[in-house]
Nanobody, 123 residues
Framework: QLQLVESGGGLVQPGGSLRLSCAAS????????IGWFRQAPGKEREGVSC????????NYADSVKGRFTISRDNAKNTVYLQMNSLKPEDTAIYYC????????????????WGQGTQVTVSS
């Protein structure tokens, strides 16, 4: 069974931080690029960040550059998204996704998706 499970979401103040986790089961993440996506009510899903299978390359949406950091620990079969300096506009359901690829993209090609975790940034 191939599964991705996100965790770590919650309610934080503007300027606060959260670390999201994406844990894989049923397959190893060693050969998969991983992306983080988010979707706010009434808006299209958007790519936030992605990381290559080796962890050597990363990509970020302009809206989160300098604030978010993606990383992976293949030994733990887990990918993380560290979110700092959070803004209300970061409020969304965050999803992780995987594709068997060396490289990552923020928009297309992901085969496996998690159920999402809610991030709410509010004062």
């Amino acid at each position: 069974q191939l599964q991705l499970v996100e965790s770590g979401g919650g309610l934080v103040q503007p300027g606060g931080s959260l670390r999201l986790s994406c844990a894989a089961s049923g397959f190893s993440l060693d050969y998969y690029a991983i992306g983080w996506f988010r979707q706010a009510p009434g808006k299209e899903r958007e790519g936030v960040s992605c990381i290559s299978s080796s962890g050597g390359r990363t990509n970020y949406a302009d809206s989160v550059k300098g604030r978010f950091t993606i990383s992976r620990d293949n030994a733990k079969n887990t990918v993380y998204l560290q979110m700092n300096s959070l803004k209300p506009e970061d409020t969304a359901i965050y999803y992780c996704a995987a594709v068997r690829s060396i490289f990552c993209m923020l928009s297309t090609g992901y085969n496996y998706w998690g159920q999402g975790t809610q991030v709410t940034v509010s004062s």
